[in-house]
């Protein structure tokens, strides 16, 4: 839970309920498989990659513009940190995104 709060929960709690929701429609899914369900969790894993990525651009710009604002130069472990703070919201969507859509594969394959 820890990388939720490194991550930045404003971006990290909606993913985690995304996921949540996504994997709750999957087991309904199981038992009454339908299109509209699919197109659901399809939306959902795209929605869950874009605002993973909007998080990191978010937070990409307010760290510029603190090094804007800095008079100091800026190490490049510090860089590097923030880099490396900044990718978890990125990477948790896009694994949400290979979640949701293993889980459309994997129903459409049931209904054929």
């Given amino acids: 839970m820890n990388f939720i709060m490194n991550g930045g929960p404003i ?23 339908s299109e509209k369900n ?15 990525v ?7 710009i307010g760290a510029l ?4 604002l800095s008079n100091n130069t800026v190490s490049p472990q ?9 990718l978890i919201s990125p990477t948790f969507g896009t694994i949400i995104f290979l979640i949701g859509k293993l889980f459309g594969i994997i129903l459409t394959s049931k209904n054929n």
Avoid: D, H, T
Avoid at 21 to 29: D, P
Avoid at 65 to 68: F, H, K, N
């Fill in 11 to 33: 971006f990290m709690v909606p993913l985690v309920i995304l996921l949540i929701i996504i994997s709750i429609l999957f087991l309904k899914s199981i038992k009454n498989n």
């Fill in 38 to 52: 699919r197109k659901l969790i399809n939306s959902l894993a795209l929605f869950s990659f874009v605002f993973g």
């Fill in 54 to 60: 909007l998080g990191f651009i978010v937070g990409l």
């Fill in 65 to 68: 513009e603190i090094i804007s």
């Fill in 78 to 86: 510090v860089l590097a940190g923030g880099f490396k703070i900044g």
